[in-house]
């Protein structure tokens, strides 16, 4: 029987890898990776208390927004990925050390 | 048959979930992202999010993934042997593989509040999902849309060129 254990648990496994990912990455696109998959892991835990806790499609509600904050957020990080990448022709965060760009 | 498709679908996002950030190449890594988003998608029309699943698809498949390959084709020689710091990988991994082992136990421990009865049922869901935007949700739905356009307005702001260099009298 699948229950909402199941579903929790693949969240927590893709956070923990997502936080394996930006502690041990150091490409900032890698970073963005991983943090991608945070944020389904989200999405997934609330979609899977809508449906096994609330029975209503509340929860769903905020999965929604949650991939529209990820949307939004992704965007804004590449364009700053790129806009360092232009200045500084590097996009690994242990080489970027200058606060003055 | 729902439960070999779930086992199929958990297996599927986890491995491609470890191959993100085990993987050496980052166009690699990108496409096993992808194939997790879509086991991701999978598992919420297994939840009877027929929408949700739809706009995993369309958003992140669609929207994000192409965005991000951009991004790596823009940006860095597409294959980099030392994506990693070496040095924090080994206590990164110690230390998440705790917080698993913890997050495990605390999911299977804790009494959750699931409702007896029968699972809710498939229906479909966008229109009930349109009616909460637009009556229960609406100032939330206004306040994404507005972070949204800030967003794109922010993102093309950042990566354009400076054009309007002041210019000397002097100069051409």
């Known amino acids: 029987m699948i229950g909402l254990e199941s579903y929790l648990l693949i969240g927590t496994a893709l956070f923990c890898f997502g936080m394996f990912g930006i502690l041990t990455r150091r490409n900032a696109i890698s970073i963005l990776l991983g943090f991608e998959l945070i944020m389904n892991a989200a999405g997934l835990n609330f979609a899977a208390f809508a449906h096994f806790s609330d029975k209503t ?31 500084m022709r590097t996009i690994h965060v242990d080489e970027m050390d200058s606060l003055k760009g | 048959m729902n439960e070999a498709v779930f086992l199929f679908l958990a297996l599927v996002t986890v491995t491609s979930g470890w191959c993100v950030v085990s993987l050496k190449n980052i166009i690699h890594s990108a496409f096993a992202l992808l194939v997790s988003f879509f086991g991701v998608a999978g598992l919420l029309a297994l939840l009877g999010a027929d929408f949700l699943a739809a706009t995993q698809v369309l958003i992140y498949i669609g929207g994000v993934m192409i965005l991000l390959l951009f991004a790596i084709m823009l940006s860095e020689k597409v294959t980099n042997e030392d994506l990693f710091i070496r040095a924090k990988a080994l206590p990164a991994l110690l230390v998440l593989g705790a917080l698993q082992l913890i997050l495990i136990k605390v999911v299977l421990d804790a009494p959750w509040n699931e409702r007896p009865g029968p699972a809710a049922a498939m229906e479909p869901t966008t229109e009930i999902l349109g009616r909460l935007l637009l009556n229960e949700y609406v100032l939330p739905f206004e306040v994404i849309s507005t972070l949204l356009l800030a967003a794109l307005i922010g993102a093309v702001v950042l990566i354009r060129k400076e054009v309007r260099r002041r210019r000397r009298p002097g100069e051409r």
């Open chain 1, 57 to 87: 499609i509340h929860g769903q509600v905020f999965t929604l927004f949650i991939i529209a904050l990820a949307a939004a957020e992704s965007v804004v990080i590449l364009a700053l990925i790129i806009a360092v990448y232009q200045k």
